[in-house]
């Protein structure tokens, strides 16, 4: 059963485009990377890093330290109900912790493909308006257009 603790995280690079990735369980449904903690004690920024990886390919130990920031911000939102059968009976709602990363410009990433299909880099304004949660459009607003 998945906990319902989880992390988003918000991949950019240096011009502000942002990394979204498209679920296979949903086409059309595009989002930043997302998942939950693996252990009620798992830290919440080692699950991000661990995320990260297991979606993108992306290894955070191997960027600059400060390249992975937390935001410093949850929010508590309820689970779809065509999802819920992966908590245990009775869970409704998550918490999420939110994320930044920021990447080499020529990063290359490589998908899991039984979670994701696709990806693409868009402008901040653009990945925030097509990302199907508005959670994670206001995730990604919320960090770049504050820097």
């Known amino acids: 059963m998945k906990i319902p603790i989880s992390v988003l995280v918000v991949i950019y690079k240096s011009n502000r485009d942002v990394l979204l990735i ?3 369980d949903r086409p059309g449904f595009w989002q930043s990377v997302t998942g ?3 252990t009620l004690n798992e830290d919440l920024a080692f699950a991000a ?3 990260v990886f297991e979606e993108t390919g992306i290894a955070v130990d191997r ?3 400060d390249a992975l920031q937390n935001m ?3 929010i508590e939102y309820e689970i779809y109900p065509e999802w819920r059968f992966r908590y245990a009976p ?3 709602r998550n918490i999420e912790h939110w994320f930044a990363l920021e990447v080499p410009d020529s990063t290359p990433i490589t998908l ?3 979670e994701h299909v696709a990806y693409e880099w868009l402008p901040y304004e653009e990945a ?3 990302c199907f949660s508005p959670s994670n459009g206001e995730a990604i607003l919320k960090f770049l257009a504050a820097n």
Do not use: F, I, M, N
């Open 22 to 24: 498209e679920r296979a």
């Open 36 to 38: 939950s903690l693996d």
């Open 49 to 51: 890093a661990r995320e």
């Open 63 to 65: 960027l600059p330290k």
């Open 72 to 74: 410093q911000h949850h």
């Open 90 to 92: 009775g869970v409704t």
């Open 112 to 114: 899991t493909p039984r």
């Open 128 to 130: 925030a308006k097509k």
